[in-house]
């Protein structure tokens, strides 16, 4: 079996878990709004330049119930969608779309999906049951794999292969600022350790991992 699909396999106690490698409560960093994301755990394409190879590797991260998972994301009740990054979120796909329908019983939310996946092989070659599922609940997804020769430094896409899909119309009205509006960025701190939010331009990217590397983060 795929590291993958044994991740978002069902435990017999508890069933779906999300493998997270990190969340970020209340950024507008990832989309329009106030906006809650997750990042998953496992990757199969290891782009070359990722700006998070560490939740690269097929391991155990914070295993979490998607209904737990979606309070916590809603913890700060302004906050009006969800993004989904990674890693790779549709290798999680059934258990993320536990999340996403926990929190719409919760709120009115929209959710945003990046994926290294284009949205037709995820159609012909889904990589985990739940991934129709998922794409029925998501508003925006963001396609392909990152190509660091591509950054353009505009919108939301990491690179300009990537392509935005409307799949609903909830956030059609944002289109220009997805594709092509100015990049934003936030570094959170956490005790000793920081942790940058958004799709950072080439310079913003260079200075935090100047940082990172003096502070030892």
């Known amino acids: 079996m795929h590291a993958a699909e044994q991740m978002a396999s069902p435990s017999p106690e508890h069933g779906l878990m999300v493998q997270v490698a990190a969340t970020c409560v209340g950024t507008r960093a990832l989309g329009p709004g106030l906006r809650s994301v997750l990042w998953v755990q496992g990757c199969p394409f290891r782009c070359a330049g990722c700006i998070a190879p560490d939740w690269i590797p097929y391991r155990p991260g914070r295993g979490v119930r998607p209904d737990d998972l ?3 994301l809603l913890a700060d009740p302004d906050v009006t969608g969800l993004t989904f990054s990674g890693g790779e979120p549709m290798t999680q796909a ?3 779309a536990g999340v996403i329908g926990h929190g719409r019983r919760m709120r ?9 996946f284009r949205l037709a092989e995820l159609r012909a070659r889904p990589p985990d049951p739940g ?3 998922l794409l029925a609940q998501t508003d925006v997804l963001i396609d392909g794999r990152y190509v660091a020769a ?7 896409r990491g690179s300009d292969n990537q392509r935005i899909h409307f799949l609903s ?11 092509s509006g100015p990049r934003r960025a936030e ?3 956490s005790g000793s ?10 310079a913003v990217m260079e200075t935090f991992g100047g940082l990172s590397a003096r502070s030892g983060t």
């Open 187 to 189: 570094i959170r701190l």
């Open 108 to 116: 009115e939310l929209t959710l945003i999906c990046f994926t290294g």
């Open 150 to 156: 591509r950054n353009d430094g505009r919108g939301l």
């Open 70 to 72: 979606a309070a916590e």
């Open 131 to 133: 991934v129709a599922a």
């Open 169 to 179: 119309g909830r956030l059609t009205a944002a289109g220009a600022e997805l594709a």
């Open 193 to 202: 350790s920081a942790m940058l939010v958004g799709v950072p331009s080439r």
């Open 94 to 96: 059934s258990a993320l």
